[in-house]
């Protein structure tokens, strides 16, 4: 039977693992009788949590919102995910990133060495991007092991989709894992083809399969942000466009992040952007979501396109109830 200290903490984590339980269902998990619930429950009402409980065959305890926030009972990937979201905190909501990095102090306190040990190995490896904001999601598992992979000099071999869908095996020799714009990208040297690589994180398939220690190669640049960010570069696209915004660059700088194109000032109310795409369906689109008046000036071929693609909006619009 648990000593009464360590049934309280229990009885919270069961209480935010579900909603409601039984006084039954709460005998039988902790091993007590049903008077001993009674008094646990009206302990914890004590020590300031307000546990709401009905009566009848219906009825049950459930923990209600209160005064105090009752300890966190996290498993070891809930630990790290929180520890990661709290150290990606920024201020778009005023104090935010101050309230994180008190918050993220604390869970540093307690965290088991093995977590301290993997929340280290990310912190070592991820370098951020100039305009970095969210963006594709990553698995945790994947950013967890290619984080190790780069910290331990460890070849890492995995599934990987090109932007076309296609899948290949890939067995790669980490350096850093950056983000750039709204993605997450991992520098490597390619075994097979015997050069420097970014692959998109997102679309890697796990699991990642840590293999032999490698000896580091010199880094393909000495800022590996920057070469990331000039190898997926929107200059390298097929696409190239140029663009007059009818506002000015502060207003645009928000939505456009570096990596996706050249901002320059036209006056005090325009500026003119420098953007590339993988298709013109792709450019015209995000440049649309923009929600800013703009004019292509660049190339023909687009400003024909978005006329096509504005008609076929009209056309689905049109067929509405």
């Not at 008094?39 to 209160?66: C, E, H, I």
């Not at 905190?89 to 309230?99: F, L, P």
Request: charged letters at 25%; glycine letters at 8%.
């Amino acid at each position: 039977m648990l000593q009464s200290s360590a049934r309280l903490l229990r009885l919270l984590t069961f209480f935010q693992s579900r909603a409601t339980w039984t006084g039954a269902e709460l005998t039988e998990r902790l091993e007590v009788t049903a008077r001993t619930v009674r008094r646990d429950v009206d302990r914890l009402r004590a020590l300031g949590y307000p546990v709401d409980s009905t009566t009848g065959p219906a009825g049950g305890y459930k923990l209600g919102p209160g005064a105090k926030l009752p300890p966190l009972m996290l498993d070891d990937e809930e630990g790290v995910a929180v520890a990661i979201a709290l150290r990606d905190a920024n201020d778009d909501v005023a104090g935010v990133s101050e309230a994180a990095r008190r918050a993220l102090a604390k869970i540093d306190q307690v965290l088991p060495a093995r977590l301290r040990k993997r929340l280290g190995a990310l912190r070592a490896a991820v370098v951020r991007a100039p305009g970095t904001t969210a963006g594709a999601k990553v698995e945790l598992g994947v950013v967890d092991a290619l984080a190790a992979a780069c910290n331990e000099h460890r070849v890492a071999s995995f599934g990987y989709r090109d932007q076309e869908g296609r899948a290949t095996r890939r067995s790669v020799e980490p350096q850093r894992l950056v983000l750039s714009g709204r993605r997450w990208y991992l520098a490597a040297w390619d075994r097979a083809r015997e050069d420097w690589r970014t692959f998109r994180v997102d679309r890697v398939v796990a699991p990642v399969e840590l293999g032999v220690a490698f000896a580091p190669r010199p880094a393909p640049d000495d800022d590996v942000a920057g070469f990331v960010a000039r190898a997926t570069s929107w200059r390298r696209s097929p696409v190239q466009a140029r663009v007059l915004f009818d506002a000015p660059v502060a207003k645009l700088r928000a939505k456009i992040p570096p990596a996706y194109g050249d901002l320059t000032p036209v006056g005090k109310k325009k500026c003119r952007l420098e953007t590339g795409g993988t298709s013109l369906d792709g450019v015209a689109v995000w440049l649309a979501v923009t929600g800013v008046p703009f004019t292509v000036e660049a190339p023909q071929q687009l400003r024909a396109h978005m006329g096509v693609l504005g008609a076929r909006l009209r056309k689905a619009w049109g067929r509405g109830p």
